[in-house]
T-cell receptor
Framework: NAGVMQNPRHLVRRRGQEARLRCSPM?????VYWYRQLPEEGLKFMVY????????ESGMPKERFSAEFPKEGPSILRIQQVVRGDSAAYFC??????????????FGQGTRLTVV | GENVEQHPSTLSVQEGDSAVIKCTYS??????FPWYKQELGKGPQLIID?????GEKKDQRIAVTLNKTAKHFSLHITETQPEDSAVYFC?????????????FGAGTRLFVKA
C-alpha cells in the first residue's frame, strides 16, 4: 500500500508564476488535508477536502490560493502569481473514509516551493 | 480560535537520558492527540497517539499521557538514542459537523548527544 504521494518534491517558480502541487492520498482514503510549513516553524492548517468538496478552508489565504480534490485524480493545491513569501514546504495528509472520534492522518514527503 | 502550545521549543539531552515534551490545547472538544516525528527533509511520521478516553499509552520507549481536565498531554521518550534526534510535533484533533481538523503545536527540536 503506497503512502501519500506528493509531487513534485521540489518546485522553483519565479515571482508571478503559478505553482501547482499534487497529492495522491493513500488507497482507500478520501479525506485530504494541506498544511504549510515555513522554515523552522510548525505545520499550519490550510484546507481540508473530501472528494469534490471543500470541507474547511479556514487556513487558506483569501487570494491566489485554491485547492481541489476531483472525483478522479489527485488533490491539487494551486498558488497563482506566487510571491517570495509563498516559499515553504507544503505537506499533504490523508485519512481513512470512516472515522470515529479521531483518526490518524498519514503525511506525504512534502513539496518544497522556492520562489525566486 | 483553537490553539496548541508546545514546550520546550528546543531540547538537548545526553544519550540514555529521558526527554519530555509538553503540550496544552484550548478546545475542550478535542478528543484525539497524535504525536509526529519529522526528520530533516521528510514529512511528519506518526509515532504514537492517544484518545480522550485513555489517560496513558506506552509503546516501547515512547509513552504519552493525557490530562483532559487540565487540557494538557505529554510525550516521554526513555533511553534516548541519537536517532531520536528530530523535530517532534504534538497535535489536537477536534471533531465538527463537517469532519475533523487537527491543530499542531509549533514543534520541539530534540538533540540527543552521543
Amino acid at each position: 500500500n503506497a503512502g501519500v504521494m506528493q509531487n513534485p518534491r521540489h518546485l522553483v517558480r519565479r515571482r508571478g508564476q503559478e505553482a501547482r502541487l499534487r497529492c495522491s492520498p493513500m488507497k482507500g482514503h478520501s479525506h485530504v488535508y494541506w498544511y504549510r510549513q515555513l522554515p523552522e516553524e510548525g505545520l499550519k492548517f490550510m484546507v481540508y477536502l473530501q472528494k469534490e468538496n471543500i470541507i474547511d478552508e479556514s487556513g487558506m489565504p483569501k487570494e491566489r490560493f485554491s485547492a481541489e480534490f476531483p472525483k478522479e485524480g489527485p488533490s491539487i493545491l494551486r498558488i497563482q502569481q506566487v510571491v517570495r513569501g509563498d516559499s515553504a514546504a507544503y505537506f499533504c495528509a490523508s485519512s481513512p473514509d470512516h472515522f470515529d472520534r479521531g483518526t490518524e492522518a498519514f503525511f506525504g514527503q512534502g513539496t518544497r516551493l522556492t520562489v525566486v | 480560535g483553537e490553539n496548541v502550545e508546545q514546550h520546550p521549543s528546543t531540547l538537548s539531552v545526553q544519550e540514555g537520558d529521558s526527554a519530555v515534551i509538553k503540550c496544552t490545547y484550548s478546545d475542550s472538544a478535542s478528543n484525539y492527540f497524535p504525536w509526529y516525528k519529522q526528520e530533516l527533509g521528510k514529512g511528519p511520521q506518526l509515532i504514537i497517539d492517544i484518545r480522550s478516553n485513555v489517560g496513558e499509552k506506552k509503546d516501547q520507549r515512547i509513552a504519552v499521557t493525557l490530562n483532559k481536565t487540565a487540557k494538557h498531554f505529554s510525550l516521554h521518550i526513555t533511553e534516548t538514542q541519537p536517532e531520536d534526534s528530530a523535530v517532534y510535533f504534538c497535535a489536537a484533533t477536534t471533531i465538527n459537523t463537517g469532519g475533523f481538523k487537527t491543530i499542531f503545536g509549533a514543534g520541539t527540536r530534540l538533540f540527543v548527544k552521543a
